[in-house]
């Protein structure tokens, strides 16, 4: 699963303000440049401001009665614009702004010449959607974005190239925000391909571009793609940059991030270490000190655990001296070295850092994000079910899982910390609960366009699992179906994950009384293991046994009664310890 904090953007990075130019700024924009892409931020920017109290203020601007005429007038959406931004200055707040915003993009759309593409048309759309990010409605801004990247004709120069890729890159952020990565991805893909045709394929600026859809290939765990666009981002930075360049810092730290996630450590430590020296060349400490976190984590994934403990106290002294003993950051060291000690066996030691890092995360300082907290409170619940400690895991799940509820782009980190849950129910017995979770996450994942990542297969086995024991076959089956036809195109035939899911695919054919499907599934699996994966697993007798029992009865009676699923999954059934070991793939552990 993707981390709890977006890689995108950083947890402490400032909101998004909406800008409206000043009254006679719109034509200026006809000549403005082709500049940068779109700031790494979420796409909602943020209106709130620090209200003055009654007495001091300010009037709100008088609402103009403009009737359907008057909009013909072409010096009036620059005006609807300025009272738009006055708007928001004077407290009024975002929905007056979106009104005078609207009709100020409905005057640009009159009178627009015929024929012509109105780029103030285009600017005043990006404006009306950015205003409904910032109320949180998302789903009314991408219609108008769609409208608005419609606008620009990018054979017109580098004006047009300019509004095309901000509308792409906006309408990115807003599907991102909305959970749905794969249109996401596609929208930064189609502003690279606009900016690169502008700027051509060396600029710096295509360089900032390809590590934002990077950290977006990142977050759908598109790791191949993301390292490509990345070594490219490098390439752009080493001939456009300094030696050590804070640009060239950022590359290495995604880099690095990459190359863990493909289980290359050395290569991972190798861009950490180059990433740290620059932060400590250019005298950002405290970056250095997180660089030192992840240089940690590495050292942790190699069992070298007094480097490891080495990089997170080095880490630690300096987030304690230059942020104070309660900053989140301390917990997030603390949570770090509570793994560490638990993976060494010292749980006393690792109970003792949970803890610290619970009291920080239960009084935090100001500006600390919900994310932050859900984030660091996540990885403590996995300590504690690694520790047998499930109540207090399914706590802390709970409470992340109410912190991020109504947070937008969260909905597949929701959908993990569901699934999660739903493994945790289904292993104490609470089958109906774990079937719920899954329901729900299976529900995110759908919604968020994740329908064809291996996880989204792994969810539907699992749910699968809970709907099995809750005699809800005919679910089942259609459960295991879909993730075998995932698992199979992203993981393929021979991968852990595809086999669990053909033997309870099996298993649950033959409880159906579908005894040629069964057998012709079981075949296959045995089939794969003596051509590709070997016969050395254990778990080949024992689905060689079932075969051969299914095959003998077959022969015997092809319609023969049902087995019951009692019988067929229920440990504590009364059917011998062999026969029960012939099934042993139902039972498959869904971590």
Known sequence: MPGLVSVKTPPDASPLTISVPEAGSVSESRNSKFTSPTPKKTPSPSTSRSRPSPDRKKKSPESPVLDESSLDNPDLGPFLLKLARDAIASGDGPNKALEYALRASKSFERCAAEGEPSLDLAMSLHVVAAIYCSLGRFEEATPVLERAIGVPEVARGADHALAAFSGYMQLGDTFSMLGQVERSIQCYEEGLKIQIEALGETDPRVGETCRYLAEARVQAMQFDEAESL????????????????????????????????????????????????????????????????????????????????????????????????????????????ADLYYKTGKLRESSSYCENALRIYAKPVPGTTAEEIAGGITEISAIYESINEPDEAL??????????????????????????MGVMFY?????????????????????????????????????GLACVQLFKVDEAVELFEEAR??????????????????????????????????????????????????????????????????LKEAGKARNRKAKSLQNLIDPNSKRTKKETKRWSGLGFRIG
Do not use: W
């Open 230 to 337: 990345c070594k490219k981002t490098l390439e752009i930075h080493s001939v456009h940059s300094e030696p050590a360049s804070l640009e060239e810092a950022a590359d290495r730290r995604l880099m690095a991030l990459i190359c863990e996630a493909k289980g290359d450590y050395e290569s991972a430590l190798e861009h950490l270490v180059l990433a740290s020296m620059a932060m400590i060349a250019n005298g950002l400490d405290n970056e250095a000190a997180a660089i030192d976190v992840s240089i940690g984590n590495i050292y942790l994934s190699l069992c070298r655990y007094d480097e490891a403990i080495f990089s997170y106290q080095k880490a630690l002294t300096v987030f304690k001296s230059s942020r104070g003993d309660n900053h989140p950051s301390v917990a997030s060291v603390f949570v770090r070295l």
């Open 395 to 420: 706590k802390l799940l709970q409470k992340s899982l109410k912190l991020l509820e109504d947070k937008p782009g969260q909905q597949s980190t929701i959908a993990g910390i569901e699934a999660r």
């Open 427 to 463: 292993m104490a017995g609470r089958y109906g609960e774990a079937r719920s979770s899954f329901e729900s996450a299976v529900a995110k994942l759908r919604a968020s366009g994740e329908r064809k990542s291996p996880f989204f297969g792994v969810v539907l086995n699992q749910m």
């Open 485 to 550: 036809g995932i698992l199979e195109k992203e993981c393929g035939p021979c991968h852990p994950d595809t086999i669990g899911v053909y033997t309870n695919l099996a298993a649950t054919y033959d409880a159906m009384g579908r005894v040629e499907d069964a057998i012709e599934i079981l075949e296959y699996v045995l089939k794969l293991r003596e051509e590709q994966l070997g016969t050395a697993n254990p778990d080949f007798d024992d689905e060689k046994r079932r075969l051969a029992e299914l």
